[in-house]
């Protein structure tokens, strides 16, 4: 797995988006924990091959979109992929993750929507330290728990703020969460 590039590390977003997927199909039961880590593995391969020449910790919002796993009315082809190598055809995704699913990949910060007008809700967060030093990081369970590795301070908008100050057109709605936990 390319865990490095250019410009700094990418495991801990790739691991925390990894992780989130997996757990669906793990709590579905339809998968068996062999299955589940070979989809892992294979997820993070493909999203660091996928990532390492769109990763800039310097500027995060620069290639989010294309970091972006979306799933709606289409199985983003990454995941897709990494379905594939488990058995798993496009409609069995479609039972096991959630039928409308915005994913951001971005460096210092992982965050989901689930549906088109649901709320964003934020998986992993670091601060940026400088070279050499380690960065700070909290991490969040899709239940809103965070486990906090050291204090934070937040200097920089996110994408995912970019999002809810410019990106929403309609009213918010409520949506039923499902707490997914290991």
């Keep these: 797995m390319h865990t490095l590039c ?38 993070q391969d493909i999203l660091a091959e996928q990532y390492k020449h769109h990763w800039f910790p310097d500027r995060p919002c620069k290639g989010s979109g294309y970091r972006c796993i979306r799933i709606n009315h289409k199985m983003d082809p990454l995941v897709g992929q990494a379905g594939q190598r488990i058995g798993l055809t496009i409609q069995q995704l479609y039972l096991l993750l959630p039928s409308e699913l915005t994913l951001w990949v971005d460096p210092f910060e992982v965050s989901y929507r689930i549906g088109e007008d649901g709320s964003i809700c934020v998986l992993y967060e670091s601060q940026p330290g400088p ?7 909290t991490t969040s ?3 809103g728990n965070s486990g906090s590795m ?7 908008i996110s994408c995912k703020e970019e999002l809810m100050v410019l990106g929403r057109t309609s009213p918010s ?4 969460m499902m707490t997914v936990s290991s």
């Design 141 to 143: 369970s899709p239940s």
């Design 6 to 43: 250019a410009r700094g590390t990418m495991k801990p977003e790739i691991n925390a988006a990894v992780g989130f997927l997996s757990r669906f199909l793990r709590v579905k039961g339809h998968v068996n924990d062999r299955q589940v880590q070979t989809f892992s593995q294979s997820l």
């Design 150 to 156: 050291s204090p934070m301070v937040d200097s920089h």
């Design 131 to 137: 070279i050499g030093m380690p960065i700070t990081a």
């Design 173 to 176: 709605k409520a949506y039923n």
